[in-house]
């Protein structure tokens, strides 16, 4: 964006939005450290198959219900299943939905979000009113018909979270536009002859990404959630497929014998969660001046 | 004020009809009935003969247009009809059997949570910068990065099952209450202290506060009769919904510590598509949802002369 020539060296070097922000985000320990954990996270997810020590769908049925040893650090479940590569292609699934669903939401609810507030009338009332009557049902309940109907599965989930987040973005994209239709900018490009796609694209979407951005962040970790609750309740991945939250469904219930069943995939689940959390604030901090204290 | 009433009624209704019609609708476009989930729990098949006349018998024959008609006339007199895994209990009953366990698990929650939230909230923002303040921060965070049904499920790994200090489930006695308790308050918590505390500072700020302080009112005073109950009313507006979600119980504390409440059946219901089951709890808890939102925002303005409903149209 900044162009500098060698002319001018006495001004101070603009620096990219990019550059600004990553400098601000640097100074943030926690969200450091939580975006170093994610990346490794992200690095076994991909590379699962050559990490993992052991097939995490067929069993060795002479070590059954191993506890923590050498050989299966974490141990075996009940059909000789290595726990530690469970876990590992477990990430595959909470990742992938994690990321691909906010994905999906966001192109199906900035879009709509955009709409309604550059064209309000009636089509806002419209849309107003289907996320008033959305938002009014009990969400997890929702979740859970809408996933029962569809049957379940990796698209299925990521498609439920979809159809239900979408909201969630389409209110901030609105509430965002509205606001910057009255900014002197914007006023301004009107006045020069823009017209109204253009003064969509390079001004009002544009300038209304930084929430978004932001709301993503703080979405993965919550489809993440969704995905290990709907999971653990059955609904979700079907064995023997493995995610983590599925996982601690299934052997919740063997916690008083074979307590490295569950244990290990929630504490893996609530150490992603938390780097998440962590990555999305910092994120939010780093975007949004303002905010810094 | 009353014509307020009568439109947010009407809106409740219109909600209830929306919600009814998309869980009947969305529970029927399943592939397969109910009979056919019962019989593959059990592993067997049943006869085409005999599911078409439990499909009689339960009224699953008839257009689903006619058969959503009739489960609403008799929803309106609360008869939801038999469900279809309990031989000898309907619906009702099965609800009125249920449901204290989930309220009294609401209730301690809420109990709980208002206490250790608001103590919290109000801590940081009377004593800031002081290790109350940074107790509370780390209570929230804790609160909001980990989710209850794995904090349950460490709890349960630590106290139960290695240091044999609580029972590891059930509900027949008040040392079982512990740990599904404090594993259902971590979201009214965080909710709590943080609701409290940006609520206090705001009426700490105010400039009525600095009037008060300025015509000479006892410390004490000033905070009790101008902060306090400044501060407070705003909390009743995420109380109430609260309240209302923690009573309708959960499916996941009640799963992990075997506690028979509605939450622990709509779960079961669900997995094996009994209908009448699924469509009353959810009826009846969207229309308890709403109605507290409708109550809360009542009392608020009631609670607070600022609050008028200007929006009436």
Redesign the interface.
């Known amino acids: 964006m900044a162009v500098v020539t060698s002319t001018v060296g006495e001004l101070p070097r603009r620096q990219s939005t990019g550059a600004l922000v990553w400098k601000r985000f640097r100074h943030n320990r926690a969200a450091m450290i939580a975006l170093g954990f994610i990346v490794l996270q992200v690095l076994i997810a991909l590379f699962a198959n050559l990490i993992a020590p052991y097939d995490p769908i067929k069993g060795i049925y002479l070590d059954t219900y191993q506890f923590p040893s050498s050989k299966h650090l974490l141990g075996t479940d009940d059909l000789g299943r290595d726990v530690l590569s469970r876990i590992i292609f477990g990430a595959r699934i909470s990742y992938g939905i994690g990321i691909l669903s906010q994905f999906i939401l966001v192109l199906i609810g900035v879009p709509i979000g955009a709409l309604s507030g550059l064209i309000g009338g009636w089509f806002d009332y419209m849309v107003m009113r289907l996320i008033d ?1 959305l938002s ?3 969400m ?2 929702f979740y ?3 996933l ?2 569809l ?1 379940g599965g990796f698209g299925n989930m990521i498609l439920t979270m979809a159809l239900t987040g979408w909201i969630g973005v389409a209110r901030l994209v609105r509430g965002q536009v509205l606001s910057l239709k009255q900014t002197d900018y914007v006023r301004a490009a009107r006045a020069m002859g823009g017209n109204t796609r253009h003064i969509f694209l390079t001004h009002l979407v544009r300038n209304s990404l930084t929430p978004v951005i932001v709301s993503m962040a703080l979405g993965v ?1 919550g489809a993440m ?1 969704a995905e ?2 709907l999971s ?4 979700g991945i079907a064995p023997p497929e493995p995610s983590w939250g599925q996982m ?1 469904g299934i052997y ?1 219930t063997y ?2 014998s074979f ?1 490295h069943l ?2 290990f995939p ?2 893996v ?2 150490l992603t ?2 780097a998440w ?2 990555l999305g604030e910092g994120l939010q901090k780093a975007l949004d001046p303002s905010m810094r204290s | 004020m009353l014509r307020y009433i009568t439109l947010r009624l009407a809106g409740l209704i219109g909600v209830l009809l929306a919600v009814s019609a998309l869980t009947f609708f969305l529970m029927h476009a399943i592939p397969g009935g109910p009979f056919d989930a019962q019989a593959l729990a059990q592993n067997k098949v049943l006869p085409t003969e005999v599911i078409t006349q439990l499909n009689i018998k339960y009224g699953l024959d008839k257009p689903l247009v006619e058969q959503y008609l009739t489960f609403m006339l008799n929803a309106v007199r609360l008869d939801f009809g038999y469900s279809f895994t309990s031989q000898t209990r309907t619906v009702t009953q099965i609800i009125a059997d249920q449901w204290p366990y989930s309220i009294q698990l609401g209730l301690l929650t809420l109990v709980f949570s208002m206490i250790i939230g608001l103590g919290l909230g109000l801590g940081a923002a009377i004593k800031q910068g002081t290790w109350l303040d940074y107790l509370g921060t780390t209570v929230s965070i804790f609160c909001m990065v980990m989710p209850g049904f794995v904090f349950a499920i460490l709890l349960q790994f630590v106290f139960a099952v290695r240091l044999h200090w609580l029972p590891t489930g059930g509900w027949d006695k008040p040392a079982t209450w512990v740990l599904p308790v404090l594993a259902n308050s971590l979201a009214p918590i965080l909710t709590l202290q943080r609701f409290t505390k940006s609520s206090m500072v705001d009426a700490m700020r105010a400039n009525y506060v600095r009037t008060a302080r300025a015509k000479g009112l006892s410390e004490q005073r000033v905070m009790l009769i101008h902060v306090l109950k400044n501060a407070l009313s705003p909390v009743i507006t995420v109380g109430g919904p609260m309240a209302a979600s923690l009573v309708i119980g959960s499916f996941f504390i009640e799963k992990i510590f075997q506690i028979p409440g509605i939450g622990f059946y709509w779960v079961n219901a669900i997995q094996t598509r009994d209908y009448p089951m699924i469509m009353a709890s959810t009826l009846i808890w969207t229309a308890l949802i709403t109605i507290t939102y409708l109550l809360t925002d009542l009392a608020y303005a009631l609670i607070d002369p600022r609050v008028a409903f200007v929006k009436e149209s």
């Open positions: 009557v009014s049902l009990p997890i309940m859970i018909l809408l029962i109907a049957r970790p959630f290990a609750g653990f309740l059955g609904l601690i919740q916690i008083q307590w569950s244990v929630a504490i689940l609530a969660m938390f959390i962590a």
